[in-house]
């Protein structure tokens, strides 16, 4: 089998995109807005390769690979860092007139666990050796010229080989034959295991299950290798220098220390909650960048607004439950979580987005990033401003102080139809929409996502949720500025089959409810979660009791003396 070229070309330049095998739709869309933000082109500044793969293993192509081959031009290479194109371009010469620090750039992405530097690939490890001698990737290291170099000499820099083989194990002693094909790149400094100067990594792929096991493990639960699971042949082989600050290093995920931002250690939570690291994806879709105007119409516990001000955005919030805006103490309350992260409280009002353009001015755009999870109505239902009564008695000035509004049910479909409608007139343009929106399983995202006129698609990300449930991450750009006259056609057309699309979103408890009742067994667990939460719900009343009562004796006894 002949051998992948791979940097043999004097102006190609590789790199290898490796992902946490996590939110697996989410991969593509987010390193590209990641190089949109950036103002890397792609098809200009760079563009993407085929990963290999052995036809021979043909169940291969049924299941998505961590991997990503991201190319570009060598000549773009200035200092260690990469010089962009500036949109201006002409037909003779293409110009470069910004230079960015690229390992810096995609650092941000929250899904990126490693970025590495490719000298070769094949589909064995003998073919991906072949590849590295047929390339120029060693001559160019050798020269001090590739991206993230550091002045020290090449003769000078300490090195090591890692050997990473996804969801297999080997012995030490198999993973050294792996470095000795690698022997005749001869590095002369020294081999040195920690903060080595170059880290050289060897990928050995093999077919990943959605969990991020290997599809055909290597070894038995009993430790014992599987002789036919072993000697299938790996999708593919690559090695290339690892690409990273020392505070980076091989696993970003890990340096970049996401488990601070855990929802477990929150001083303030809420049921409906978004974790953290779906919340820095949505950020990212939005491009939030420092500075940045970031608004949440339906704010909650400010777990998302948390995170575009992790960014460094202005963060903004509106919700219509004044008592979650509140929080439940001084200690427990949104700002409270902005505290912990040493970040400033963000702008919080009591309004209804219904109503948007009777509660603010709308003539101006004012937000870069409008980043939401809207209520639909699972775990929460949607409120709206309004009462159920025909009749409703005035509020007493002595009461307006603290008074809470009524509110009733919210229609999810309308929830929808108001957030893109108040996007469309308060985003800047090529401003970011980026929301959640829940669907079953016929939901058809050609027909049934909500559209406006003014905001363009970016892309849609599915994470499945249950075996009927999951949610799509919705990204829309705006691209037409906003017409007060066309106000009742915007909302009209929000859902293109009008009640059928709007109805795959709406009454989903209901939908939900439904198909659990087809399954098997379903009266007698239903029956078992109704007397579980009826003991709990006494045993909360006694334990109750039992405190006001030691409360009542303890005053008891203090009277006696």
Known sequence: MSSININNSEDEYNLLIEFVHKHLDFHDSELKSILDMHDIKLGIDCHFKSLPIDQSNTTSTTTRRPFKLLS??????????????????????????????????????????SVVELWGV?????????????????????????????????????????????????????????????????????????????????????????????????????????????????????????????????????????????????????????????????TNLAQ????????????????????????????????IDLRVLRGRSQDENIASNFKQYGLPPPELVRSDNALYDRQYRNHLPLFDAIVTDPPYGIRAGARRTGSRKESVRPILDEHRHDHVAQTRPYIVSDVMADLLNVAAMTLKMGGRLVFVIPSMLDFNEDEDLPRHECLKLSSVCYQPLQTELGRRTVTMVKIKEY???????????????????????????????????????????????????????????KAKREQQESITDGKSQWNSY
Not at 288 to 307: E, H, N, Q, Y
Request: charged share 30%.
């Open 288 to 319: 939030i960048r420092k500075g940045s105007m970031a608004f949440d119409p339906f704010v909650g516990t400010g777990s998302i607004l948390l995170t575009a001000a992790l960014r460094g955005a202005y963060a903004f919030g509106t919700d």
């Open 72 to 113: 570009f031009s060598f000549n773009s290479i200035i200092d260690g860092e990469f010089s962009v194109c500036d949109g201006n371009i002409d037909e003779k010469e293409t110009k470069k007139d910004k230079t960015i620090n690229l390992v810096s750039s995609l650092s941000r992405c929250t899904l990126i666990r």
């Open 483 to 541: 017409d007060e006259k066309k106000r009742s056609q915007y909302l009209e057309n929000t859902w293109v089959n009008g009640a059928e699309s709007a109805e795959k979103v709406a009454n989903l408890r209901e939908r939900l409810l439904e198909a659990a009742k087809l399954k098997p067994n379903y009266a007698e667990k239903a029956a078992a979660r109704k007397q579980k939460r009826k003991a709990n719900k006494d045993a909360k009343k």
């Open 122 to 282: 094949g589909v064995d490890i003998d073919d991906c050796v072949t590849s590295i001698k047929n390339g120029n990737a060693l001559q160019r290291h050798q020269s001090g010229k590739n991206l993230g170099h550091n002045t020290k000499k090449y003769e000078e820099r300490t090195w090591k080989i890692y050997v990473h083989t996804l969801g297999s194990t080997h012995t030490r002693d198999e993973q050294n034959d792996m470095r000795s094909k690698f022997s005749f790149l001869s590095f002369p400094g020294k081999v040195q295991m920690k903060d080595s100067d170059d880290e050289y990594l060897f990928i050995k792929e093999v077919e990943l299950d959605n969990k991020g096991g290997a599809v055909y493990p290597r070894h038995s639960d009993s430790k014992q290798i599987i002789p036919e699971n072993d000697s299938r042949p790996p999708l593919a082989c690559y090695f290339g220098r690892v690409l990273g600050s020392s505070t980076l290093g091989r696993n970003w995920r890990a340096n970049n220390r996401l488990e601070q931002y855990s929802l477990k250690k929150r001083s303030y939570l809420g049921p409906t909650s978004m974790d953290s690291e779906l919340s820095l994806i949505m």
